[in-house]
């Protein structure tokens, strides 16, 4: 990796996500269509996808782009308003552009992960936090030889320095300190990591870089546990099962998508859990949903494993298909979080 990547990585980051914060300004209630797993996807998905994967063509023309939308959302008639809005948003950014080419360029990242080196975009990592006006972030990372070694998350909404308060008993906290209506701050920050390089967080309108790490508490009794809003993406049940095994005292925080991952890192949490939904039992972990993430908790000094203790396997081309849900912590009680999951049956 050299300076260009790396610059590039919390440039394009930062682009797509004020053009996150210009949709949420102008569009009260986001336009969606339903994908065939009924996930919302909106204008912000797909623009973000188009703009990255053309910047990404631009600088490093060679490497594929492993994406989540594609462009068969406008097949139909309300697809095609669909794109009309997208390619608006686009050409604030790059006026050139147009509804032909947007499409091309959403089409792009369905690249399948075979090459040596090769770029993994979440645009929109929670879609519906976005359309409730909360927490989500844009995840880019890059891969070699099937590891990831580079990823920046731009957290639009998350104040920098924001992190989880220390819940008292029973209550649950859905925002930063300060900000507990979970509204969105536009204040905005970008987690970035390089590997070997450690982790830092840059303000999303500046550019001063912080290096961050994850917290020193050893105890898992002093935890605090991070989970899904949604309870769709996890089992509620289970991690409550697990926080009491761990004789945790307060109730796990609720934050949308790899904010998460910043938040761990930077020290304002110990735990990230990702169970096995009873809705989804078959359910595979998609690699842009940890792709990012993983690099900048990694560079951070904490941990990332499955269910089971296994490293995260990204080998599979678009699917963590050899490993079973998600658990990241600071490091330090890692072994004592998977025991705790192992004794629960989760």
């Not at 300076?3 to 949709?23: G, H, P, Y």
């Not at 304002?268 to 359910?283: D, F, H, Q, T, V």
Request: hydrophobic share 40%; proline share 5%.
């Amino acid at each position: 990796m050299n300076n260009d990547m790396k610059q590039f990585v919390i440039d394009v980051v930062k682009e797509a996500s004020k053009l996150a914060l210009a949709v949420q300004q102008e569009m009260v209630t986001p336009t969606t269509v339903e994908k065939s797993d009924k996930s919302p996807v909106t204008v912000c998905d797909l623009a973000i996808q188009a703009l990255v994967s053309r910047r990404l063509a631009e600088q490093f023309p060679n490497d594929a782009l492993v994406g989540e939308e594609s462009n068969d959302v406008f097949a139909d008639e309300a697809g095609q308003k669909l794109l009309d809005q997208v390619t608006g948003f686009v050409q604030r950014f790059e006026p050139s552009e147009n509804r032909t080419s947007v499409a091309s360029w959403i089409e792009r990242g369905r690249d399948e992960g075979d090459e040596n080196r090769y770029w993994v975009l979440d645009p929109v990592d929670g879609t519906k936090g976005f359309l409730r006006r909360q927490q989500y972030a844009i995840a880019l990372g890059l891969t070699i030889d099937k590891t990831p070694v580079l990823g920046a998350l731009g957290c639009p909404c998350w104040p920098r320095g924001g992190e989880p308060a220390r819940a008292p008993a029973r209550e649950t906290i859905t925002a930063p300190v300060g900000r507990l209506d979970s509204s969105c701050n536009s204040e905005g920050t970008v987690y970035f990591a390089s590997q070997g390089e450690g982790a830092f967080s840059i303000p999303l309108h500046g550019t001063d870089l912080t290096p961050i790490h994850v917290s020193d508490v050893s105890d898992a009794s002093l935890a605090r546990v991070l989970r899904s809003v949604e309870k769709g993406h996890t089992n509620v049940g289970q991690i409550d099962y697990i926080v009491e095994k761990l004789n945790i005292k307060t109730d796990p925080v609720s934050i949308d998508s790899q904010v998460k991952y910043g938040v761990l890192a930077s020290g304002g949490a110990e735990i990230l859990l990702r169970l096995i939904s009873p809705k989804m039992p078959n359910y595979k972990e998609k690699i842009w949903d940890q792709c990012a993430g993983v690099v900048v908790l990694q560079e951070a000094g904490g941990i990332v494993s499955d269910l089971d203790g296994k490293p995260l396997d990204f080998t599979h081309g678009r699917t963590l298909a050899e490993n079973r849900g998600v658990c990241a912590t600071n490091g330090k009680i890692h072994s004592a979080v998977l025991d705790a999951i192992a004794a629960v049956g989760a």
